[in-house]
């Protein structure tokens, strides 16, 4: 008996350590040889290692491009793959399959003719079936894309993804047509003038058909399921681990791509990033609000504007309070509060406080200006005003006291946001009661789409380089206005501009509209963001995006590193 | 003994299904989609997206076609990265998180068992007090706090080990030791007591008396007997510490499953969701058992059925 017991706990115990070994399979090292495109022959040494070591904060969700959603996935795949055109280092589209384009006399019919030379990372050319093929994956009902509504401009995508629409599922009838093997032919709705910039996100990207059906199941779950025609491949792909990126020999600029390997970590904690950038481990790090001031006189700190702007939704068919139908009332809240000491003080990390819609240096118009800099900017604290507005509206609603809930996010940064909104307004405005209600992000979406609530704190990224990203969200029932503001006159100015062929017309459109929100107080804009982190003196030349992907890596190198 | 196993599998099975069906109608009612985007999308694209993944069938349905593929081991797709299985994102992130807790779990309870008898043996000696209050100071301070100050120490300031990563042995100790910490104070205080305890008990004279070196009396009776405590408390830190520490794994940047089952629940991962809620209860019903059967091992009056009569 006394044999059999310990028999019996050994049997455990190694059956315990086989789950165990079983388990950690995964994490052994590769022994074998790296696979991927980038065993080319190296004719010439650099003068110092072309390795750029980063971090990530999340695993990579899809490198499917027709299917990828979020910033990971954008980033990794326009590093690794490529459009018709890419964005250049000033963000303007540059050639990238597409050797050059031509358009009709309205704009809306593209002619794109492809590069002999863009070739996948398996050595075949890249036709324009690539394009055809993806374009329409991403819109059929089995496999239709998160991100689908992106293609919006193209004709028919609406219609396509549409239940009920007659061409509901049609993808065949999508405005893509492939003329000849290097020839590409899209058929716009309404002229686009940002559509070239749109090509450059990864929804649009070439698949190459009969690679992915041979694929199945397990294309592009992982490095080696995946063809790959931008600057670099993806050479090792370690779940939840990180990620290297090689230099991609067949690549046909790959003449301008310096960095030979870029190994990617991912790390979710900003202390463990920082103190990985002190040991040297990586070569970039963000920094969240609480080290900026540690680092506020480092030499390698930089700060840098984003083109996302965070406002405050204004709701005007709230069931709990009509105060905020009244413009005065808006108006007087957007003037209550001290935009650049929230930024300072709350934010610290490079964002600008927001006095508009659409973002600063994000678009220039056919002036060449910046949007930004032509329309300037509405509203502002101003004390004196927002008690005079305030007492105004309060005699317009007949009311003496107003009582409103913030819906705002459950993070830390955004309840101490919550908290000094509820601060200057009570302080500011005799009468006003502000609540709090924060919520987790996916409740808070929710609440904001039925429209469950009286003023929320809201932000938008672009999705395109242009300014009608921001603006056509307001229009009179738009499934993004979620705040009951209606103004004929802004869904004219919107609608029409759809249409314009003539681009200073649409410019001036668009300005004009941005006047009109502000001029109803539709909401309240905060900050643009911005973002604050290290990055080593030695690395040039990185290139940041206003949309789409954040960066780019091909015209990226080291110099100088000790 | 084969038939009480049975029975206990048999009851684990019904279990699961109780959780899983709990889990389910639980998890319908959390608000929102799983869409990463959804702000973006329009109602009809909404609706689209959620027809394609079957999640505007009524509630039973999903129900019923859930259980379908569970019968058949299937855990299902998860929404946070495409076209991944929840099986195949439980299976990558099992191993570093078991390994790390597995080796924190051993770790910590040869340290805790050494100190505690030792502790016990020379009651109320320096020895005693020190290793009490490194316990309380173990129970006291959160694994993370330790995590981090070993990380900027031992890590940043000395270059002794790695700041963090997955990559070899070396990449283990910093984080194994973090967990450690806790198990380290808990099996300690736990030991020390159960062995004062026995050491004044009259079988313990008897066995003295009798003419048995105090070495074998320690060793066969006491730590043995002071063992079955400690068995119970191991089972549900193991749970705890093999299954991931969401908090030692972010700082030490390890790709394991301790952030998978808080993010599915904010992102409405509904397979992950169910996948991990499954998998945890599954190890805990198991390492359930196994500590019965060790019960008896260790114990031979506490042996359920069969054995020798």
């Given at each position: 008996m006394k044999k059999s017991k310990w028999s019996l706990l050994l049997t455990l115990v190694l059956v315990l350590s086989m789950f165990l070994a079983a388990c950690s399979g995964g994490e052994k090292k590769e022994t074998g040889e790296k696979k991927g495109g980038n065993e080319g022959d190296k004719t010439e040494k650099p003068a110092e290692p072309q390795v750029l070591n980063i971090l990530d904060g999340e695993e990579i969700p899809s490198m499917d491009s027709s299917q990828a959603t979020d910033s990971v996935s954008f980033e990794v795949m326009n590093n690794v793959m490529e459009g018709l055109y890419r964005l250049d280092k000033e963000n303007k589209p540059t050639p990238g399959v597409a050797l050059s384009h031509d358009t009709n006399e309205d704009g809306t019919v593209y002619t794109f003719k492809l590069n002999p030379?863009?070739?996948w990372s398996d050595g075949s050319k890249v036709t324009a079936n690539d394009f055809v093929y993806s374009w329409r994956k991403a819109l059929h009902p089995d496999t239709l894309s998160e991100y689908a509504y992106i293609m919006g401009p193209v004709k028919n995508a609406n219609a396509i993804q549409t239940d009920g629409d007659p061409l509901f599922g049609k993808v065949e009838e999508l405005g893509v047509k492939a003329v000849d093997e290097s020839t590409l032919e899209v058929t716009l709705e309404a002229p686009a003038p940002y559509f070239l910039g749109l090509t450059g996100f990864a929804t649009f990207y070439p698949q190459k058909e009969e690679f992915v059906k041979a694929q199945g199941d397990k294309y592009a779950l992982e490095a080696n399921t995946l063809l790959y025609n931008g600057p670099f491949v993806l050479n090792e792909w370690k779940h939840n681990e990180g990620w290297q990126y090689k230099k991609n020999?067949?690549?046909?600029?790959?003449?301008?791509?310096?960095?030979d390997e870029i190994n990617v970590k991912i790390v979710k904690d900003v202390a463990t990033s920082v103190n990985l950038y002190e040991t040297g481990q990586t070569d970039i790090t963000g920094l969240s609000m609480e080290y900026v001031d540690q680092y506020?006189?480092?030499?390698d700190l930089y700060t840098r504007g984003e083109a996302t702007v965070f406002f405050l939704r204004l709701n005007q068919n709230s069931k709990n309070s009509d105060a905020l139908k009244n413009a005065n009332i808006r108006k007087a809240i957007d003037m209550a509060y001290d935009k650049q000491s929230m930024v300072d003080v709350l934010l610290n990390n490079g964002s600008t406080p927001a006095y508009y819609l659409v973002p600063g240096e994000f678009t220039p118009g056919p002036d060449g200006e910046d949007f930004r800099k032509t329309n300037g900017n509405f509203g502002g604290y101003d004390l004196e005003k927002a008690k005079e507005l305030w007492a105004a509206g309060l005699k317009e609603l007949g009311k003496e006291s107003v009582e409103l809930e913030l819906l705002n996010y459950d993070s830390d940064g955004a309840k101490k946001m919550g908290e000094f909104f509820k601060n200057q307004l009570e302080k500011n405005l005799p009468g006003i009661k502000v609540s709090i209600k924060a919520q987790p992000f996916k409740q808070k979406l929710e609440l904001e789409s039925k429209g469950e609530y009286d003023f929320s704190y809201a932000g938008w990224g672009p999705d395109y380089q242009d300014p009608m990203t921001f603006l056509d969200m307001f229009v009179t029932d738009g499934a993004h206005n979620q705040m009951g503001y209606s103004n004929p006159a802004y869904d004219k100015l919107i609608n029409d501009a759809k249409k314009e062929m003539d681009q200073e017309k649409r410019w001036e459109m668009m300005l004009e509209a941005e006047k009109v929100l502000f001029e109803d107080q539709a909401i309240s804009p905060l900050y643009q963001r911005g973002v604050t982190g290290l990055q080593k003196p030695?690395?040039?030349?990185?290139a940041h995006h206003l949309f789409g992907a954040d960066v780019s890596y091909k015209w990226a190198y080291i110099e100088g590193k000790q | 003994m084969l038939r009480y196993i049975t029975k206990r599998v048999f009851a684990m099975f019904l279990t699961l299904l109780i959780i899983a069906t709990i889990t389910f109608f639980l998890m319908k009612l959390l608000p929102g989609s799983p869409f990463n985007n959804q702000e973006k999308l329009t109602e009809s694209q909404r609706y689209a997206l959620n027809e394609k993944y079957g999640l505007n069938d009524p509630v039973p349905v999903q129900y019923i076609n859930y259980l379908g593929k569970l019968a058949q081991g299937d855990l299902g797709y998860t929404f946070?990265?495409?076209?991944?299985?929840v099986n195949s994102m439980i299976a990558n992130g099992m191993g570093p998180s078991a390994t790390v807790g597995f080796e924190a779990l051993v770790f910590g309870t040869l340290v805790g068992l050494v100190l505690g008898i030792a502790a016990a043996l020379k009651h109320n000696s320096f020895i005693d007090y020190g290793a009490m209050v490194m316990a309380v100071f173990g129970i006291a301070i959160p694994s993370f706090v330790f995590a981090g100050l070993l990380q900027y120490y031992v890590g940043v300031k000395l270059g002794w080990l790695p700041v963090a990563f997955w990559n070899g042995p070396e990449y283990h100790i910093m984080p194994a030791f973090s967990l450690s910490v806790g198990v380290i104070a808990t099996v300690a205080r736990f030991m020390r007591t159960e062995m004062l305890e026995i050491l004044g008990t009259d079988y313990i004279l008897m066995a003295r008396s009798k003419g048995i070196s105090k070495q074998a009396v320690i060793i066969k009776h006491c730590v043995r007997n002071s063992m079955i405590p400690i068995i119970t408390i191991l089972g549900p830190m193991a749970i705890g510490l093999i299954t991931g520490s969401l908090v030692i794994e972010n700082i030490f940047a390890i790709p394991g499953i301790g952030e998978q089952f808080v993010k599915s629940i904010n992102l409405n991962d509904y397979p992950v969701i169910m996948g991990t809620t499954l998998f945890y209860s599954f190890l805990i019903i198991v390492i359930i058992l196994v500590v019965d059967i060790l019960y008896g091992i260790i114990d031979p009056r506490i042996r359920v059925a069969g054995g020798k009569s």
């Open positions: 030379e863009a070739k020999d067949n690549y046909w600029d790959k003449d301008s791509v310096k960095l506020k006189d480092h030499e030695y690395v040039k030349d990185l | 946070q990265f495409d076209g991944r299985t």
